[in-house]
């Protein structure tokens, strides 16, 4: 297909996110940034390797709505890089959208200061773009906020309302595109029905306005490439009647949620009804959970140190949950088991859970109804103590009830 439009589809960076991971000393930021702009550096090269004619961004830059100035300018580094290539389109998802419409977002700057090469989408519309292979039209939908998406309404809309809306527009801006014959791409920053959801769910309380799949995968469009769903998937997979719905998921993974998800970008061959599309995987942070039960172990720290070296820990966010005994517990040493850690090559430690099988402990009812040597057998056996010393204690214990048995007599 050397007449198709290769267009580069990657949504969701949530550049900010500094969950884990220490505080670099030079730059002042998480040390996890420095994760999210490799993987903006990683796009710069797919974008010039497959000599791409269109970057699209499908919404969430950065993770906070008042991003670090710092990390703007990371960010637009890389932005003009990838317009140096080709044409730039941003989409204002969730996160880079105000709370109240008067105010600026954090993309709105490149609108602003008239950027070569990037273009910035904060309003549902349908527009033309040129590029060195051809035009397309491309439908532009950011996240729906009742300010831009219904400005004329009155009062509260409910969450079902706001969705009515939204799928009323689409249909509306399907109807638009079709009058132009190219090839035609929808943009989206949107919730949709059935959609695995990811890490996106926890970061904005509330309820997203979701779209039905159907409303979505309009049969005038070639292509629909979508943020907001932190995992990659393929929404209409088989079905030849539909184009491609195509989340192309976040570029880093946010939280353990995420830890076994791959990461990448979407690489798109756009023709009038003849589109194609291949995910690119990027090399993203591993994020590791690893449980170990060590209760049976004549040597526990030995056997954590044999565990941990039997696993490939390099460069990894490591979560390490850990099923011990009181006794083990107690003679686990925290330095010695860093000091594992970073020899195993694990990046950073996000949370040690440590799960300690206690004794059980026996009501009052329990302890009343024993008679004396039961009751020492419990205790011993609570206490774990060796079979032999259990018996030669309770033959000791007999042999005084005996004594003061007879001696009472």
Not at 137 to 142: E, G, L, R
Not at 319 to 340: F, G, I, N, P, V
Request: some cysteine; glycine content about 6%; overall charge negative.
């Amino acid at each position: 297909m050397d007449d198709a439009l290769r267009v580069l589809h990657f949504a969701d960076l949530h550049l900010g996110v500094a969950n884990y991971g220490p505080v670099d000393p030079q730059s002042g930021l998480g040390a996890r940034a420095q994760d999210f702009l490799q993987r903006l550096d990683d796009l710069v090269g797919l974008a010039r390797d497959h000599d791409v004619d269109l970057t699209v961004f499908a919404g969430d830059a950065f993770h906070s709505r008042s991003p670090n100035p710092t990390l703007q300018r990371e960010f637009a580094r890389r932005a003009q890089a990838l317009a140096r290539q080709a044409p730039l389109l941003l989409i204002a998802g969730r996160h880079d959208l105000p709370l109240q419409p008067r105010r600026a977002g954090s993309l709105e700057i490149y609108a602003t200061l008239a950027v070569p090469g990037v273009q910035v989408c904060s309003d549902y519309e349908v527009r033309q773009i040129d590029t060195r292979r051809g035009p397309l039209a491309v439908t532009t939908a950011p996240w729906p906020q009742r300010a831009r998406l219904l400005p004329e309404a009155v009062g509260t809309l409910s969450t079902t309302e706001l969705s009515e809306a939204l799928a009323a527009r689409l249909k509306a801006l399907a109807a638009e595109a079709d009058g132009l014959d190219m090839p035609r791409l929808l943009v989206a920053h949107v919730a949709v029905d059935g959609a695995q959801p990811g890490s996106e769910a926890g970061y904005i309380p509330g309820d997203a306005p979701a779209v039905p799949l159907d409303v979505l995968a309009d049969p005038r469009q070639d292509h629909v490439a979508l943020g907001y769903h932190h995992h990659h998937q393929d929404l209409t997979e088989g079905r030849a009647d539909r184009p491609a719905v195509v989340c192309s998921g976040a570029l880093e993974r946010l939280d353990f949620s995420e830890e076994d998800a791959p990461r990448g970008a979407c690489l798109i061959e756009l023709a009038r009804g003849a589109t194609r599309w291949r995910f690119l995987p990027l090399a993203a942070r591993p994020l590791r959970s690893l449980h170990l039960d060590l209760r049976n172990s004549a040597a526990p720290a030995a056997a954590l140190q044999q565990a941990l070296a039997g696993e490939a820990l390099e460069g990894v966010i490591l979560r390490l949950l850990l099923k011990l005994s009181a006794e083990d517990e107690a003679a686990l040493d925290a330095d010695a088991l860093h000091e594992t850690l970073r020899n195993a090559g694990v990046w950073h430690l996000a949370g040690l859970q440590r799960e300690v099988e206690r004794p059980r402990r026996r009501t009052r009812g329990d302890v009343e109804d024993l008679e004396p040597l039961p009751l020492l057998q419990s205790y011993l056996r609570s206490r774990d103590t060796p079979p032999q010393r259990q018996e030669a204690l309770l033959d000791a214990a007999a042999g005084l009830l005996r004594d003061i048995e007879a001696g009472s007599n």
